[in-house]
């Protein structure tokens, strides 16, 4: 081959590498309030997923941001990186084993530290998250999440997601830069779930650490371990070892293709807001609460959902005007069981929800109706 055709054959094959590289993943760097252009839009409705490999599953991976894509100029810095710094495709990049187990395409949502995730990303993910599902090319979705508020975002799609198709959440409690950062392994493991047959009808899981949980049992319980996500009383449904993800659980809860939310309409979700119990607590947090438009109030209350004379004042008060009060407990685990109280106040007890869930229950249990004897039901039930 004389050298004008070697040279047109390189500047070639470089072509054909770009333009696979640019259908591989559709990032939006630093997409802090989660919108996206139009014409992405479009362009991921013809390019949902890479479906390379055929003897492989077609996994979507999702991005919002969280110390999985976080960054910082130092590699022992692991609590003052900025979280959501890097795109999705500089993340599946850093583990290139992933092609061996799965056709992986990313596609950017947002990316912010989950502390900032909103009523509206919630909708736009589980929009997008069952727009992908209905597509027979795609075998399953991932979802990259900071850690700090990922148990929410995971209940809330393990309510509303209807698909059978497995759904799996991911974070990391050390940043991308990190000596031993743990997201690669997790978001290796999370493809892997996502790509087993066994993972299907299971509802939302949640995968750090090497556990699989259901998102109806998984909490965040340390400010910056790696073993921080644990499934508490109920235990996880699973663990990752070696090359396999054994399954052993699941949860007896209502979810995904059986649940009896809906989205697909929804614009917005009603304003449901948290008040802390504590000594000397006051009735005028409730007043304000109400007043700022709540439709429904969780109360993060001590031990076994106790309310104090002054929050059940401000309670009642709420009650009176429509408002719903859910009591939880800050206890960190375990049942608030219906009490005499409930009946005498219309209050509902939440069940095993800690508050941050029992708010993305109650937000769509008011999608629905305002009454508490049926909201009771969607606590016993989901
Ligand atoms: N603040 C971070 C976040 O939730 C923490 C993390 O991802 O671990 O986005």
Same mark, same amino acid.
């Given at each position: ?24 993943? &559709? ?73 061996? $187990? ?74 991308? &830069?990190?000596? &031993? ?36 049992? $998984? ?39 059986? &649940? ?74 375990? $049942? ?47």
């Amino acid at each position: 081959m004389n050298v004008i055709k070697w040279l047109g054959a390189v500047l070639l094959s470089v072509a054909l590498l770009m333009t696979g590289a640019c259908t591989n993943t &559709s990032t939006q760097e630093n997409n802090q309030s989660g919108k996206e252009s139009e014409s992405n839009e479009t362009k991921e409705k013809t390019t949902a997923v890479e479906t390379g490999n055929k003897s492989l599953s077609n996994i979507k991976v999702l991005a919002t941001g969280g110390t999985i894509a976080g960054s910082s100029d130092s590699d022992t810095d692991t609590t003052g990186y900025k979280s959501g710094s890097l795109g999705i495709d500089k993340v599946i990049a850093s583990v290139p084993q992933l092609k061996s $187990i799965a056709n992986v395409t990313g596609e950017q949502v947002a990316n912010v530290g989950s502390e900032n995730v909103d009523n509206a990303l919630l909708l736009k993910l589980a929009k997008r998250v069952n727009e992908l599902l209905k597509d027979d090319q795609v075998d399953g979705v991932v979802i990259t999440h900071g850690t700090d508020t990922l148990e929410e975002t995971a209940y809330f799609l393990h309510l509303v997601v209807k698909s059978d198709k497995p759904v799996v959440v991911v974070g990391s409690m050390r940043p991308a &830069s990190a000596i &031993s950062a743990d997201g690669p392994l997790n978001l290796y493991h999370a493809v892997k779930i996502a790509s087993t047959e066994e993972a299907k009808g299971k509802g939302v899981m949640v995968t750090l650490n090497d556990r699989i949980a259901s998102a109806r049992f $998984i909490t965040k319980t340390n400010t910056t371990t790696t073993d921080s996500f644990k499934s508490l009383e109920q235990g996880y449904i699973g663990e990752v070892a070696g090359e396999v993800a054994f399954f052993y659980n699941e949860s007896t809860r209502t979810h995904t293709a059986d &649940s009896e939310f809906d989205v697909s309409k929804l614009k917005e979700l009603p304003q449901v807001d948290i008040l802390y119990g504590y000594q000397n607590d006051h009735k005028f947090l409730y007043d304000a609460a109400v007043k700022a438009g709540a439709k429904g109030i969780v109360v993060a209350a001590p031990g076994n959902g106790t309310m104090s004379t002054e929050a059940i004042k401000g309670a009642t008060d709420a009650v009176k005007k429509d408002v719903v009060i859910v009591r939880s407990s800050h206890a960190g685990n375990g $049942i608030v069981t219906h009490e005499e109280m409930d009946d005498e106040h219309h209050f509902v007890s939440s069940d095993s929800l800690n508050p941050q869930k029992a708010r993305i229950l109650l937000m769509l249990a008011l999608t629905k109706t305002k009454d508490p004897d049926k909201i009771q039901t969607y606590y016993e039930q989901y």
